[in-house]
């Protein structure tokens, strides 16, 4: 052994790698919870989304309120006619009519229950035009 520099095993000691930092960085980032929040969760403009399809959905149910008592308006009218001038026939069908209307979500009407609702109301049209037309 002479007096020259000492050799180092370098390949037992662990050497500073900038590389190594930004994967543990990366690694670091992934396992964070934060992110797996939906972003636009948190963002404000999510809120005024949220008011407006609130907003939306309220009116559309007003809409379906205020057909459903028009509805019932109209059965009521024609009901007292029939009950002044109609058959015993025609009067248990407006009332299955208007238990029809009262039974149904007019925010979430099926078709099938629309296209039969649709198509009592066309008898009601009719037998209003038969009752109104004998005066």
């Not at 590389?19 to 919870?33: G, V, W």
């Not at 407006?52 to 057909?67: F, G, I, N, P, R």
């Not at 229950?113 to 009719?126: A, E, F, G, Q, V």
Request: charged share 30%; with cysteine; net charge neutral.
């Amino acid at each position: 052994m002479n007096g020259g520099p000492q050799h180092r095993n370098t390949n037992t000691m662990t050497q500073y790698n900038p590389h190594n930092i930004d994967k543990t960085l990366k690694r670091m980032e992934d396992a964070d919870e934060l992110k797996g929040i939906h972003r636009s969760s948190t963002n404000i403009m999510s809120f005024f989304d949220d008011n407006d399809k609130e907003y939306k959905l309220q009116k559309q149910q007003s809409a379906a309120e205020v057909k459903k008592d028009e509805y019932l308006k109209s059965v009521e009218l024609l009901k007292a006619l029939i009950q002044e001038k109609g058959t015993q026939s025609d009067l248990k069908h407006i009332i299955a009519i208007g238990l029809l209307i009262e039974t149904t979500d007019f925010l979430n009407i099926s078709p099938d229950r629309k296209k039969m609702l649709i198509k009592n109301m066309t008898w009601c049209n009719l037998q209003y035009e038969k009752y109104n037309d004998e005066n």
